[in-house]
């Protein structure tokens, strides 16, 4: 069975450090993972995605993951956080057992980024 | 462009009006999904439609009704809603229904039912 864990559902950075919100899922076949940002009122923007390729992804806005096959984990990662940053991000798994119900989605981590 | 339009952004309606979401997609999708998404909640799924066929309902009362009039057009008819159903809608479209498929999520349409 599917799912996903998102380890932090809050967590508070101050401007120009590090950003880690963390992943673990859990899949019986070879996983597609997302990670998708909700900005205040609005709608889901895809941040990066990891289907089998290169585990190292780099996404929009400086954000990168790495899919850990060990760990099952995909960690998000930016090195410099903006104000710009803060935002719901939701960690997403689907793989080809499925089916048409494509996404599982964790909980959400709220970022919040101090000046 | 991966570009998902949905309106209108806002809509309020009365327990005994009948209304429309609508949601459109220029990207050759063939799968376009219906999700409701309460405060503080991720986004659950409604309906999939694949090739413009129902292709899952998600057990979604019947005061909600789904349609697909082409490949690039979703709808949702609302009628005799209940508070509780007062959420942000989101429509989404993917190339193809299933992994490793990406879903492309629209700005969503934000309902309140007074």
């Known amino acids: 069975a599917q799912s996903v864990t998102q380890l932090d559902s809050h967590v508070s950075v101050s401007e120009g450090t590090p950003v880690l919100l963390r992943c673990n899922y859990s899949s019986s076949y070879s996983p597609s993972l997302f990670w998708y940002v909700q900005h205040p009122n609005k709608g889901l923007q895809l941040l990066l995605k990891?289907?089998?390729?290169?585990?190292l992804v780099k996404g929009i806005n400086g954000f990168e993951a790495e899919f850990k096959k060990s760990e099952t984990s995909f960690h998000l990662t930016k090195p410099s956080a903006h104000m710009s940053d803060a935002a719901e991000y939701f960690c997403v798994v689907s793989d080809r057992q499925t089916g048409a119900n494509n996404l599982f989605f964790g909980t959400g981590t709220r970022l919040t980024v101090i000046p | 462009d991966t570009e998902v339009t949905q309106t209108p952004k806002h809509l309020v309606m009365g327990m005994t009006n009948k209304k429309s979401l609508k949601c459109e997609q220029h990207?050759?999708?063939?799968?376009m999904y219906w999700y409701k998404q309460k405060a503080k909640k991720p986004p659950e799924l409604m309906f999939v439609?694949?090739?413009?066929?129902?292709?899952i309902n998600e057990s979604v009362p019947s005061r909600f009704s789904p349609e697909c009039p082409n490949s690039s057009l979703l709808n949702l008819h609302l009628h005799a809603l209940q508070p509780e159903d007062s959420a942000l809608y989101l429509c989404?479209?993917?190339?193809?229904?299933?992994?490793?498929?990406?879903?492309?999520f629209g700005e969503g349409s934000w309902l309140t039912v007074v």
């Open positions: 989404a479209s993917s190339q193809y229904v299933g992994a490793p498929n990406t879903i492309y």
């Open positions: 439609y694949s090739y413009e066929k129902l292709s």
């Open positions: 990891y289907t089998s390729a290169a585990t």
């Open positions: 990207m050759g999708h063939r799968a």
